[in-house]
Every structure is written in C-alpha cells, then in structure tokens.
C-alpha cells in the first residue's frame, strides 16, 4: 500500500485521507495477513496500483469495515 500496509491484528482509523498514492499493488491501503482494519469518517481518493487494488486491496483472511467512507477516482 502507498498510504498504508497492515499486517495482522487490528488497525482503527478515523478522519483520514489517502489521496494520490501509488504503489505495485494497494494504491492507498494493503489490508493482508488476518488484519482487522476499520476505517472511517474518511476519504480515499485518485490512488493508483500497478496490479491488484488501486484504492484499497483486502486480501489474506484480512477484513475491512468502512462506514461514510468517500472512495473516488481510483
């Protein structure tokens, strides 16, 4: 992830903005490996991936919870 690479346990996060990141895979979050991600009140935003995912890319028994997440141009 250009914004962010979580790997395992959880990660809670609020108010946030992942805008114009880039990366191989993930443009602004890597959610891998079990994690427990929630993010909220945020916005990600014109992030790009060379391969898998180009806002968000979820993968490796990992989850996701979004809520009033504004998710664009990705």
Known sequence: GGGLYARGGSVSLRGVSFINNQALAGGAIVADAGVSL???????????ADTHGGGLWVRGAATATLERVNVVGN
Request: proline residues 0%; hydrophobic residues 35%; without cysteine.
């Open 38 to 48: 929630a993010l909220r009140d945020s916005v990600i935003e014109g992030n790009s």
